[in-house]
């Protein structure tokens, strides 16, 4: 496995396919949809949705919780 496919590994300068997003951030499908459902963008092109790395950065910065 390449250092660019590893576990957590997301660019922002990429795009990803649902399947691969969901391995890279060991996400079920029950998460990816509460993704969607809470804003993350995804295009569908094809039979696929795609996300920008970008638009995981962001969206993880947006829900990230600190301890109170």
Do not use: C
């Not at 809470?38 to 094809?46: D, H, K, N, R, T």
């Amino acid at each position: 496995m390449s250092k660019n496919s590893e576990v957590g590994f997301i660019r922002a300068d990429e795009a990803y396919a649902k399947q691969e997003l969901m391995q890279r951030l060991g996400i079920s499908q029950k998460f990816w949809d509460k993704m969607l459902s809470e804003g993350l963008p995804a295009a569908q092109v094809g039979h696929a949705k795609w996300v920008t790395g970008q638009s995981v950065i962001d969206y993880i910065n947006q829900n990230a919780k600190t301890k109170e």
